[in-house]
């Protein structure tokens, strides 16, 4: 059932987005998904989440199916987890076994967000000590970082990016200035990978090899720094690819999860119980 709700909405970047904004704050507790109310804060309208993450009425549609055939047994945390696994398959991405248990989280942070996730002006380094405070090495962030390989993202993210960096190629950079103009259509989006955008392939590390980075961040990759030979790699062998993002997915949906009587198994996921 949740494969025909991916399927329809074509959402599969949006959740595979959704599960890392996740599990980077406060581990994969489905925090993201709690809507603010009297007593927090929480995340979705943080820097990095605010009118940008997209997939929150397909969570909730599988939700309400699962509860439906098996009440308060299933994880929101679980769900987001599997749902990311299934929209990257369906893009035409590998598979693999998601390691079932977490539980949701009775609260949210829109300051941790705030300072948990990447931001688009970092440098190489900087990801590299991000990444590493979730227990994930360079290697991890560089394989992860092919979930660009799908999805869209809005002029605003990369507007300095395509006017103001050097590491670009003109051409590319041409062609997405025709869609987001120096001011004004801040919303405007373009695909992340300008090759195959609902494909989930290792075209994203050829774009990079090529100065096609969308991102600041992502250029930072393939900048002369010490995940170029990486990245070189992932262009020419798409099973090296596969085999560390999936390594790297399961990781990363192994950071701190709540388990045994902490949390809760929420009957919506956007609020408590
Ligand atoms: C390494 C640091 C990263 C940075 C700075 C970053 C930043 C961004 C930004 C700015 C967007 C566009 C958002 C918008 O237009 O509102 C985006 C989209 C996306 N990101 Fe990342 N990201 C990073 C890593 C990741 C990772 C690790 C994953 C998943 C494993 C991921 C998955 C995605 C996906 C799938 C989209 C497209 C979403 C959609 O189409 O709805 N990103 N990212």
Known sequence: MSLAVLNETRMGASILRLFFHDCFVNGCDASVLLDDTSTFIGEKNAAPNA???????????????????????????????????????LL?????????????????????????????????????????????TA??????????????????TFRSHIYSDTNINPTFAALRKKT????????????IDVQTPIIFDNDYYQNLVAQRGLFHSDQELFNGGSQDSLVRTYSTSASTFTSDFVN???KMGNISPLTGTSGEIRLNCRKTN
């Open 51 to 89: 009118n940008s993450l997209r997939g929150f009425e397909v969570i909730d549609t599988i939700k309400s199916l699962v509860e439906a055939s098996c009440k308060a047994t299933v994880s929101c945390a679980d769900i987001l987890a599997l749902a990311a696994r299934d929209g990257v398959n």
């Open 92 to 136: 035409g991405g590998p598979t693999w076994t998601v390691l079932l248990g977490r539980r949701d989280a009775r609260t949210a942070s829109q300051s941790a967000a705030n300072s948990n996730l990447p931001s688009l002006e970092s440098s190489l380094q900087t990801l590299i000590n991000l990444f590493a405070t979730k227990g994930l």
């Open 139 to 156: 290697k991890d962030m560089t394989a992860l970082s092919g979930a660009h390989t799908i999805g869209q993202a809005r002029c605003i």
């Open 180 to 191: 987001c103009p120096q001011s004004g259509g801040d919303g405007n989006l373009a695909p």
């Open 248 to 250: 790297a997915m399961i």
